[in-house]
């Protein structure tokens, strides 16, 4: 069993995202989850830390000595440990140093050897409604920030923050091996997303000033494996069941100058297609396309609201 540190304070979303790339995921405690199992996980966004679960308990210190004491080990006692410590969002008000002392030194009575800078492995405590130990598997790559949409070779306002698009391109099935489409690819950032998670890309969009940009900015994150062109969402120019998964950021209406019935009338016909080329979908608009999904022949298995600022709130729909 694993036990998931979550990122954000969107705790479905990231729960989400982690059954894209493993099973069995539960909630466990604000900012906690557990999983059977996970694959790939350094490449998730929305979660920070990956570590084989010792066990949970009440969120006090002396409950997580007690755990630990009982707790089975196997790594030899001649390896080196640390231990790390975490108020999850400060829900629990534990000293983490505290913690960190005493966890220790339940690990040195034991036979271990302590190795802050370097060690063979490292316990993690975390501290949450619910408190949680486990062996440090994998701590996710972060550097969302070296790929800030101002800091890209094609920019546009308005673009999707890179540590979302990740997440969406994980969720629509992005991975080594996949075809993932973007029918409306903009800036091209989620598409850039998926690829560095391994998947083969396909961005289209109706403007050829943005798939001219989009293909700037997938060569210059992307060693190849992607395209781009320009084409129109509702008429796409593939065949059936050409695509693993589709990410469709529909145009937000205060931005697109899109009238708007011919604005459910492009959304309706882009999930049309969508649905011919590729099994599964996430939408992500200004407000709820539950109606669009359903009449382009899909179903919305999830849909989250997810506040970004005071003026937009982004629904994610997951299609299948």
Request: aromatic share 6%; hydrophobic share 45%; with cysteine.
């Amino acid at each position: 069993m694993y036990l998931l540190e979550l990122a954000g304070d969107d705790d479905a979303f990231a729960r989400r995202e982690a059954a894209s790339r493993g099973s069995g995921v539960e909630a466990l405690a604000p900012g906690l989850a557990t999983a059977r199992g996970v694959r790939r996980p350094e490449t998730l966004a929305y979660t920070r830390r990956v570590c084989r679960l010792v066990g949970t308990c009440e969120s006090t210190v002396e409950d997580a000595v007690a755990l630990l004491s009982a707790a089975s080990i196997d790594h030899p006692p001649a390896d080196t440990v640390a231990v790390r410590a975490r108020d999850v969002r400060g829900v629990s008000g534990v000293d983490t140093q505290a913690a960190e002392r005493r966890l220790g030194s339940v690990l040195v009575d034991r036979g271990f050897a302590v190795d802050l800078d370097d060690p063979d492995h490292t316990l993690v405590a975390l501290f949450s409604e619910t408190a949680a130990l486990g062996w440090l598997e994998t701590e996710t790559a972060r550097g969302f920030g070296a790929r800030r949409p101002t800091d890209r070779p094609f920019f546009q306002p308005g673009s999707m923050a890179p540590m979302d698009a990740r997440a969406l391109a994980n969720v629509a099935g992005a991975g080594p091996g996949a075809r993932i489409l973007d029918p409306m690819c903009g800036t091209g950032g989620i598409l850039v997303e998926a690829g560095l998670v391994g998947a083969s890309v396909v961005g289209v969009d109706a403007q050829a000033k943005m798939a001219a940009g989009a293909r700037r900015n997938l060569a210059h994150y992307l060693d190849g494996g992607f395209e781009v062109c320009r084409g129109d969402a509702t008429r796409l120019p593939f065949e059936a069941d050409a695509f693993d998964g589709v990410v469709v950021d529909a145009p937000y209406g205060r931005q697109s100058k899109v009238e708007s019935d011919s604005l459910v009338a492009l959304v309706e016909g882009a999930l049309t297609e969508a649905r011919r080329v590729a099994p599964r979908a996430v939408l992500v608009g200004d407000r709820p396309w539950n109606g669009a999904s359903e009449a382009a022949g899909w179903t919305v298995t999830a849909r989250f609201d997810r506040r970004v600022h005071g003026s937009l709130t982004r629904f994610v729909h997951v299609l299948e």
